[in-house]
């Protein structure tokens, strides 16, 4: 009897380290996300579970096409704004012969981002003193034409130049034109960044990592 009380307390005692252990490396280096909206579609989709790192920005600086989840830098209260629009739309053959060659207008949203209590992931696009432009459906960081293969469809406004300012990101989801990022609400202090997606982790058909 003395014998299984023993074993009964040693694995307590076992479970209770490891459970202790498990919530350091949670609190300090491993969070658990849920993709709430399709603004990072097609690389994640609504209701993916993925992993994200804590720790390695405690280590490095985050760079360009570092999928992060930060901490959304405004609020309402402090950024009460519309999000104004310019799109271009190509006129039929027969008008173009008239030399009227495009039609532009305008979309006035209110922007679906200001809520200081949610995380959000972003893709890292350009970083402290890059110059960021986006032109002719795609997205220049000092003056050169990125390759975007992952991105949902050609990008649908034009943005820019830009420079970011010290010790800050911009960030664009890879949903261009369904997306409330740094082309909406400028820069995203460093300070705010909490870690850097790593995995998807379920749905099953789904696991692999973020890129």
Not at 52 to 57: M, P
Not at 110 to 126: C, E, G, H, N, S
Request: net charge positive.
């Amino acid at each position: 009897m003395e014998r299984v009380k023993k074993e009964i307390k040693e694995t307590a005692q076992s479970l209770g380290i490891a459970l202790i252990l498990a919530l350091i490396i949670r609190a300090l280096v491993i969070q658990a996300f849920s993709i709430p909206s399709g603004s990072m579609e097609p690389t994640l989709q609504i209701g993916d579970m993925l992993l994200a790192n804590k720790f390695i920005y405690q280590l490095k600086e985050p760079k360009r096409g570092d999928i992060i989840i930060f901490k959304f830098p405004y609020s309402i209260e402090k950024r009460k704004f519309f999000d104004l629009r310019l799109f271009k739309v190509p006129l039929p053959e027969s008008i173009r012969k008239k030399e009227v060659f495009s039609l532009y207008f305008f979309k006035i949203r209110r922007p679906q981002f200001l809520y200081t209590w949610r995380d959000f992931i972003k893709r890292v696009m350009a970083t402290e003193g890059e110059t960021l432009e986006v032109k002719e459906g795609k997205v220049y960081i000092n003056g050169k034409a990125l390759s975007e293969p992952y991105i949902m469809e050609e990008i649908a406004y034009d943005y820019g130049p830009v420079k970011v300012p010290k010790d800050c990101l911009f960030v664009m989801g890879d949903n261009r034109n369904n997306s409330d990022d740094s082309h909406v609400w400028k820069f995203l202090p460093q300070k705010y960044v909490r870690a850097k997606a790593m995995v998807i982790y379920w749905p099953i058909r789904r696991i692999r990592v973020i890129r």
